[in-house]
C-alpha cells in the first residue's frame, strides 16, 4: 500500500537532488525539515485541528526562515559578496534554489488548508463562509459589526505626489487596490487589516461564540465589501490582500554598546523598519497593482509569491481554541518522576542519586519545584539561574522573587538576545532586578543558551550544591510540547563546575578547564572532536565502536569531518537530527557507515543526547549544544554527562533506541540529500506514542 503522505510529498519535492557534493547546504537543508512539518499536516491520519496546527507551524516557521536567513542572504547579494556555500552555491544561487523549493511548498499547503482541512471542519460544524454567500439578515447583521466595531479603526492610505508610499508593518495583513476621482486621477490605495483589535474570524450573528454549530467569516471580506465609504467621492477598484516580510535580523555590537540593554531596545524599534524581503500577493492582483507595491518597497520580481487562499495562515490560531478533544491529540497527564512521586524532600532525593526527567512526559513541574523549594527551604543560601526563553507568567520568575524576599542570594543570567524573545527578556530583566535579583545579561559576543539551575544549601556544618541541567529552556508552556531532557544532581564535580561557569558569566573568572561538564565555547568542541576520535582509533584497532547523536542540527564542518573519518574507519554513525543536517549519508568512501534519520510528530523533537560506545564504558552527555559551529564557538553552552549507570542504559536501550526503531513518523535521509519516510502502513506506535505509554519512566537507582 502506498503512503498517503509520500505521494502527497512528491508535489513539493525538489525536482533535483539538493546536494551538488557530499554535502547539504544548510537553507535547502531547513526547507527539507519544514516540508517535513507540512506532511504532518497533509498526512489525513493527523487529527484534524492538529493537521491545522502543522500548517500554522509551517507557515510561522516560514515567514522566520525569510525574516532571517533570506535577508541574510539578500545582504550578502546586495554587497557583492560571491564566496560559496558547504555545497558550492554563491548567494544567488541559494536565493533562486529557496523560491524554487518555496513556491510548491505553499501552494502544497494552501491546497491542504482550502480542500482539506476547512471542507472537513465544516463536517464538524465549523463552517467558514464567503460574506458574499449571507443572506440578507445576516449581511444587515455583519454591515453593522463594521459599522461599529471595524471601520472606526480603519485608516486608508493612497499613495500620491503629496502621499508618499506608506510604511508596511512585517507581517501584517493588508488590501491593495486603484481608487479613481472624478477627474480622471488614479492612485494605489491600502489599508491595513487591524487584526490587533479585530477578530480574524467573525462568528455570524454572535462575536463570542466560536463552538459548533458556528459560522465564521475572515474580517478581511468584510473590509473589502465596505471600501466604498474609505474612499467616498471615489470610482473604486478590486482590492486584493497581500502581505510583507521584513529584514528582523538584529546587529548589535556589544563592543561599542554601554548599556546592552537600551542598545537593544533601540535596535527593537528598528526591526520592524527592517528591509522588505518578500512580498506575498493575492494571485489575480492586476500587474499595475503589484508593480506598485514592489516599487514603494524595493522589491524585484523574483521577490513575489502568489497565494491562491486564506493569508496570514498563523493568525488562524483561534481555531484552535476550539474545545473540540476528538479533533486534537488524546490528551495526557504528565507524570510525576517515581523519586519526586511521595512527600519526600527534593534534595534529599536528589543527594542519594541522579534523576534524569523526560519532558513532557515527566511534568515541568519537578524543575519548578525545584526552583520553588529552594525558594522556600531555610537551608538554601543562593540560587543562580540562567534563562534564555520563559513563558508569559512564569513561575520560575515567581520563585526567583520569592528567594529574594526570603533573603537568599539570587543571581539571573538573562539573554536579552534570544531571537524573536528580546522584548519579552527585556521585561523580565528588569522585573527581576527591580525584585533586588543579581541579573547579567551574560558575556559580550556570546549568546548564553546553558540550561542550568545551581542551589547553594546549607546542610550541618558544610555548604552543599545541587544543579539541574536541561536540554530546554525554563518554560513551561513549551515544555508541554517540547521533547527535552534534565538531569539533578548533587555531584560535587559537576556541581563546582556549574559554580564555576557561574563565575564566568557573571564575575571575571577564567576557569582553565572543567572536570565534568563540556563547556562551550571554550572547551566543549575540542572534547567532541576527541571522542569522535577515540570511536575512530578503536574501530581502527578492530575493536568494538559506535555514536549516536540526537539534536536539532549538524552544520559544523570539523565535526563533519570527524564523524567522516570516523565511518571511513568502519564506526557504526547514528544520527537523529530534527533539522538541518549539512553531512549526507552513504557516499562511499566518506560516509557509508552514516545514517541520518529525522523524526517529525507531535512533539517538537527537541532533546540532545550524545552516546559514545567508548570502549565498552559508554559515555553519555545531555545539554543545550548542538553540533554547529554557533553552538560551539559563539554560544555559552553545557553538555552534562550522565554518571548513574541505570540512567546511561535506559538512555542507549530505551530512548535511543525507540528513536532508531521507529518507522511511523521518522525520515532517512538518502545519499543524494533528499528524505524519504520510512512508514509503510502496518507500524507500531510512533515513538511519542510509546512514551506516553510508560507507567514508570525513567529508572533510577535506589
Known amino acids: 500500500m502506498s503512503d498517503p503522505v509520500r505521494v502527497h510529498m512528491e508535489s513539493v519535492a525538489p525536482a533535483s537532488a539538493p546536494t551538488t557534493g557530499p554535502f547539504v547546504n544548510r537553507e535547502l537543508s531547513w526547507l527539507q525539515f519544514n516540508a517535513r512539518v507540512l506532511a504532518q499536516a497533509l498526512d489525513p491520519s493527523t487529527p484534524l485541528l492538529e493537521r491545522l496546527r502543522f500548517l500554522i507551524i509551517f507557515h510561522t516557521n516560514l515567514d522566520e526562515?525569510?525574516?532571517?536567513?533570506?535577508?541574510?542572504?539578500?545582504?550578502?547579494?546586495?554587497?557583492?559578496?560571491?564566496?560559496?556555500?558547504?555545497?558550492?552555491?554563491?548567494?544567488?544561487?541559494?536565493l533562486a534554489r529557496v523560491w524554487q523549493e518555496v513556491t510548491p511548498s505553499v501552494d502544497a499547503a494552501q491546497r491542504c488548508l482550502t480542500g482539506e482541512v476547512l471542507p472537513a471542519l465544516a463536517q464538524h460544524g465549523i463552517e467558514i463562509v464567503p460574506l458574499a454567500s449571507l443572506p440578507t439578515r445576516e449581511r444587515r447583521w455583519a454591515d453593522e459589526f463594521y459599522e461599529r466595531e471595524v471601520y472606526p479603526i480603519l485608516t486608508p492610505l493612497a499613495v500620491g505626489s503629496t502621499h508618499p508610499f506608506p510604511f508596511i508593518s512585517n507581517l501584517s495583513l493588508n488590501l491593495a487596490l486603484?481608487?479613481?476621482?472624478?477627474?480622471?486621477?488614479?492612485?494605489?490605495?491600502?489599508?491595513?487589516?487591524?487584526?490587533?483589535?479585530?477578530?480574524?474570524?467573525?462568528?455570524?450573528?454572535?462575536?463570542?461564540?466560536?463552538?459548533?454549530?458556528?459560522?465564521?467569516?475572515?474580517?478581511?471580506?468584510?473590509?473589502?465589501?465596505?471600501?466604498?465609504?474609505?474612499?467616498?467621492?471615489?470610482?473604486?477598484?478590486?482590492?486584493?490582500?497581500?502581505?510583507?516580510?521584513?529584514?528582523?535580523?538584529?546587529?548589535?555590537?556589544?563592543?561599542?554598546?554601554?548599556?546592552?540593554?537600551?542598545?537593544?531596545?533601540?535596535?527593537?524599534?528598528?526591526?520592524?523598519?527592517?528591509?522588505a524581503v518578500r512580498l506575498e500577493v493575492q494571485r489575480g492582483m492586476p500587474e499595475r497593482v503589484e508593480s506598485g507595491l514592489r516599487r514603494g518597497l524595493g522589491l524585484a520580481e523574483e521577490d513575489v509569491i502568489e497565494v491562491s487562499g486564506p493569508f496570514a495562515i498563523p493568525r488562524l490560531t483561534e481555531l484552535m481554541q476550539l474545545d473540540m478533544p476528538e479533533l486534537k491529540y488524546r490528551r495526557f497527564v504528565p507524570r510525576t518522576p517515581a523519586p519526586f512521586a511521595g512527600d519526600e524532600d527534593l534534595f534529599e532525593t536528589i543527594r542519594r542519586h541522579d534523576v534524569?526527567?523526560?519532558?513532557?512526559?515527566?511534568?515541568?513541574?519537578?524543575?519548578?519545584?525545584?526552583?520553588?523549594?529552594?525558594?522556600?527551604?531555610?537551608?538554601?543560601?543562593?540560587?543562580?539561574?540562567?534563562?534564555?526563553?520563559?513563558?508569559?507568567?512564569?513561575?520560575?520568575?515567581?520563585?526567583?522573587?520569592?528567594?529574594?524576599?526570603?533573603?537568599?542570594?539570587?543571581?539571573?543570567?538573562?539573554?536579552?538576545?534570544?531571537?524573536?524573545?528580546?522584548?519579552?527578556?527585556?521585561?523580565w530583566a528588569r522585573r527581576l532586578e527591580e525584585a533586588g535579583v543579581h541579573v547579567i545579561y551574560g558575556l559580550p559576543g556570546l549568546k548564553t543558551h546553558a540550561k542550568l539551575c545551581l542551589v547553594v544549601r546549607r546542610e550541618k556544618d558544610a555548604l552543599v550544591r545541587y544543579a539541574h541541567v536541561g536540554s530546554g529552556n525554563y518554560n513551561p508552556a513549551t515544555a508541554a510540547i517540547y521533547t527535552?531532557?534534565?538531569?539533578?544532581?548533587?555531584?560535587?564535580?559537576?556541581?563546582?563546575?556549574?559554580?564555576?561557569?557561574?563565575?564566568?558569566?557573571?564575575?571575571?573568572?577564567?576557569?582553565?578547564?572543567?572536570?565534568?561538564?563540556?563547556?562551550?565555547?571554550?572547551?566543549?568542541?575540542?572534547?567532541?572532536?576527541?571522542?569522535?576520535?577515540?570511536?575512530?582509533?578503536?574501530?581502527?584497532?578492530?575493536?568494538?565502536?559506535?555514536v549516536i547523536a540526537?539534536?536539532?542540527?549538524?552544520?559544523?564542518?570539523?565535526?563533519?569531518?570527524?564523524?567522516?573519518?570516523?565511518?571511513?574507519?568502519?564506526?557504526?554513525?547514528?544520527?537523529?537530527?530534527?533539522?538541518?543536517?549539512?553531512?549526507?549519508?552513504?557516499?562511499?568512501?566518506?560516509t557509508e557507515n552514516v545514517r541520518v534519520r529525522s523524526v517529525v510528530g507531535r512533539f517538537l523533537?527537541?532533546?540532545?543526547?550524545?552516546?559514545?560506545?567508548?570502549?565498552?564504558?559508554?559515555?553519555?552527555?545531555?545539554?543545550?549544544?548542538?553540533?554547529?559551529?554557533?553552538?560551539l564557538e559563539r554560544r555559552v553552552e553545557i553538555l552534562v554527562p550522565i554518571l548513574d549507570p541505570t540512567i546511561a542504559r535506559w538512555s542507549r536501550e530505551v530512548l535511543l533506541e525507540r528513536y532508531l526503531q521507529d518507522r511511523n513518523r521518522t525520515w532517512e535521509m538518502q545519499p543524494d540529500g533528499t528524505y524519504v519516510r520510512l512508514r509503510t502502513g502496518h507500524e507500531d506506535p510512533d515513538v511519542h506514542d510509546q512514551f506516553l505509554a510508560d507507567k514508570d519512566g525513567v529508572p533510577h537507582a535506589v
Request: charged share 25%; aromatic share 6%; hydrophobic share 45%.
Open 65 to 94: 526562515f525569510f525574516m532571517i536567513r533570506v535577508s541574510g542572504i539578500k545582504q550578502q547579494i546586495a554587497a557583492g559578496v560571491d564566496s560559496l556555500s558547504i555545497d558550492g552555491l554563491t548567494p544567488k544561487q541559494q
Open 178 to 275: 486603484m481608487v479613481r476621482s472624478l477627474d480622471g486621477e488614479e492612485r494605489l490605495a491600502r489599508v491595513k487589516v487591524p487584526l490587533a483589535n479585530v477578530p480574524r474570524l467573525v462568528p455570524v450573528g454572535d462575536r463570542a461564540k466560536l463552538k459548533p454549530p458556528v459560522r465564521l467569516f475572515f474580517v478581511e471580506e468584510l473590509i473589502a465589501a465596505n471600501l466604498g465609504a474609505l474612499f467616498q467621492g471615489m470610482e473604486v477598484g478590486d482590492p486584493y490582500m497581500f502581505r510583507v516580510t521584513r529584514d528582523a535580523d538584529l546587529e548589535i555590537r556589544e563592543d561599542e554598546a554601554d548599556d546592552l540593554m537600551s542598545t537593544l531596545q533601540q535596535e527593537l524599534r528598528k526591526r520592524r523598519f527592517g528591509q
Open 356 to 427: 534524569l526527567v523526560h519532558h513532557p512526559f515527566d511534568g515541568f513541574d519537578t524543575v519548578v519545584d525545584f526552583v520553588l523549594q529552594a525558594a522556600r527551604d531555610p537551608k538554601v543560601v543562593a540560587i543562580k539561574q540562567s534563562l534564555y526563553r520563559t513563558s508569559g507568567d512564569s513561575p520560575v520568575i515567581h520563585a526567583l522573587e520569592e528567594a529574594v524576599d526570603r533573603g537568599k542570594q539570587v543571581a539571573a543570567v538573562v539573554e536579552l538576545k534570544a531571537r524573536f524573545d528580546e522584548e519579552n527578556n527585556i521585561v
Open 484 to 546: 527535552d531532557l534534565g538531569l539533578f544532581t548533587s555531584n560535587p564535580e559537576i556541581t563546582a563546575d556549574a559554580a564555576d561557569l557561574f563565575n564566568r558569566m557573571t564575575g571575571f573568572a577564567r576557569p582553565n578547564g572543567y572536570r565534568q561538564l563540556l563547556v562551550a565555547p571554550t572547551h566543549m568542541k575540542q572534547q567532541i572532536l576527541d571522542l569522535l576520535a577515540f570511536e575512530t582509533r578503536e574501530a581502527r584497532a578492530g575493536r568494538p565502536s559506535g
Open 550 to 590: 540526537k539534536c536539532n542540527a549538524i552544520t559544523d564542518l570539523e565535526v563533519i569531518g570527524a564523524i567522516e573519518a570516523a565511518s571511513h574507519a568502519g564506526v557504526s554513525v547514528e544520527l537523529l537530527v530534527r533539522g538541518i543536517c549539512s553531512l549526507v549519508p552513504g557516499v562511499a568512501g566518506r
Open 605 to 631: 523533537e527537541h532533546e540532545r543526547l550524545y552516546w559514545f560506545a567508548h570502549a565498552g564504558t559508554p559515555q553519555v552527555y545531555i545539554g543545550s549544544a548542538d553540533w554547529m559551529h554557533r553552538n
